[in-house]
């Protein structure tokens, strides 16, 4: 069933942020777009993608009491980020999400590019539908 693959349940709004930019305006990203996650751009000292988390917030900053302000998203980010593709089954997803013990994926294109965000929160709205048979596809 075509509604059954990640493409059919990500968020494509995807914001990027450059590895450099402090943390603060990381939070500030997430907070505006009402979002738990931002992605790391490539650049040239940062060949591969990154992530920064709601968790990475909690757990970096926030408990290991750091400065949002003085602190790099390089330096809290996970980096290279694990991606899925568009073509994926969400219970192929659902079950790496588990296995990584993460919260969110990035989805990627053929090229590599990311093009959209699958996490846990999608996963409530997926549940739902799947117990109507997804004959209520305006769940999303």
């Not at 709601?54 to 602190?71: F, H, L, M």
């Amino acid at each position: 069933m075509k509604l059954l693959t990640v493409k059919n349940w990500m968020k494509d709004l995807v914001i990027f942020i450059d590895p450099d930019a402090s943390v603060n305006e990381g939070l500030s990203l997430m907070r505006h777009r009402y979002l738990n996650s931002v992605i790391v751009n490539k650049t040239p000292t940062n060949p591969e993608y990154g992530i920064v988390t709601s968790i990475d917030i909690c757990d970096k900053i926030v408990a290991q009491k750091n400065d949002p302000s003085k602190t790099k998203i390089r330096e809290i980010m996970v980096s290279p980020v694990v991606t899925v593709p568009t073509d994926m089954k969400v219970s192929e997803c659902a079950a790496l999400m588990k296995k990584l013990r993460v919260h969110h994926l990035p989805v990627a294109d053929d090229q590599g590019m990311i093009v959209g965000m699958i996490s846990a929160t999608d996963f409530l709205v997926i549940a739902e539908a799947m117990g109507t048979n997804f004959e209520e596809r305006s769940l999303h």
